[in-house]
C-alpha cells in the first residue's frame, strides 16, 4: 500500500528553521514525483514545492529562497527545511506524491496525514 | 486571492444533485485536461476524487462526475449523502512556470 508519513512539525519562532520528513511506503521515491502542499487554518490549498524525479525542484514565490525540498532515497524520506520562518507560513504541510501526465502535473494523488507548523512568539 | 474561483459554499437535500463550478484562464483549465478535484472532511486530508479532467481513482463512487467547458470546470455530485458533506478543491496544470493552481474551496453543506 503506497503511504506518507509526516513528522517534524511544531512551534516555532519567527525567524526560526524547522525541518519536515516525509516517510514513504509503497513505492520508491526517486523514480517519482513529489509535493509539499500547505493550508493555513482555515484556507484553502497551496502548493509550496515540487521535486520531481530526476532532481529538479520547484518552488512557490513566497517560500523561494527560504524552503528546500530534498530526498534521501536509502531511507526513502521526503524533507522540506524551512528557514526565516514567518507568521504567514504556519499552516498544516501535507506531503504528496504526484501523478504526471507525460511531463506535466496530472493530480496529486496521495497524501499524507499533515504536520502543523505554528510560527508564532 | 486564489487562482481558480470557486463558489465559497453550496448545499443540497439528500437525493439530490448539485454542481461546483471551477473558473479559470486561457492558461490553466483552457489549455490543458488535467483537472483534478479533491475532497477534503473536517480535520482530514484532501483525497483525490476526480484526475485528468473526468476520471476517477479507484474506489471513487460514480456519484461524482466532472466536465469541462472552455474556462471552466464543474463537478457535480449525485444523489446527495450526508457522508458528501466536505470541503472541495479543484486544481489545473498551468505550465511550466506556475505549474499548478488551485481554487478557493467550497463547502458543501448536506441539508
Known amino acids: 500500500e503506497v503511504q506518507l508519513v509526516e513528522s517534524g512539525g511544531g512551534l516555532i519562532q519567527p525567524g526560526g528553521s524547522l525541518t519536515l520528513s516525509c516517510a514513504a511506503t509503497g513505492f520508491s521515491l526517486s523514480s517519482n514525483y513529489l509535493s509539499w502542499v500547505r493550508q493555513a487554518p482555515g484556507k484553502g490549498l497551496e502548493w509550496v514545492s515540487i521535486?520531481?524525479?530526476?532532481?529538479?525542484?520547484y518552488y512557490a514565490d513566497s517560500v523561494k529562497g527560504r524552503f528546500t525540498i530534498s530526498r534521501d532515497t536509502s531511507n526513502n524520506t521526503l524533507y522540506l527545511q524551512m528557514n526565516s520562518l514567518r507568521a504567514e507560513d504556519t499552516a498544516t504541510y501535507y506531503c504528496?506524491?504526484?501523478?504526471?501526465?507525460?511531463?506535466?502535473?496530472?493530480?496529486?494523488?496521495?497524501w499524507g496525514q499533515g504536520a502543523m507548523v505554528t510560527v508564532s512568539s | 486571492q486564489s487562482a481558480l474561483t470557486q463558489p465559497a459554499s453550496v448545499s443540497g437535500s439528500p437525493g439530490q444533485s448539485i454542481t461546483i463550478s471551477c473558473t479559470g484562464t486561457d492558461n490553466d483549465i483552457g489549455s490543458y485536461n488535467l483537472v483534478s478535484w479533491y475532497q477534503q472532511k473536517s480535520g482530514k486530508a484532501p483525497k483525490l476524487i476526480i484526475f485528468?479532467?473526468?476520471k476517477r481513482p479507484s474506489g471513487i463512487s460514480n456519484r461524482f462526475s466532472a466536465s469541462k467547458s472552455g474556462n471552466t470546470a464543474s463537478l457535480t455530485i449525485a444523489g446527495l449523502q450526508a457522508e458528501d458533506e466536505a470541503d472541495y478543491y479543484c486544481c489545473s496544470y498551468a505550465g511550466t512556470i506556475r505549474l499548478v493552481v488551485f481554487g478557493g474551496g467550497t463547502k458543501l453543506t448536506v441539508l
Open positions: 485528468e479532467g473526468r
Open positions: 521535486l520531481y524525479n530526476n532532481g529538479n525542484m
Open positions: 504528496t506524491l504526484i501523478s504526471m501526465m507525460v511531463v506535466a502535473i496530472d493530480s496529486f494523488r496521495v
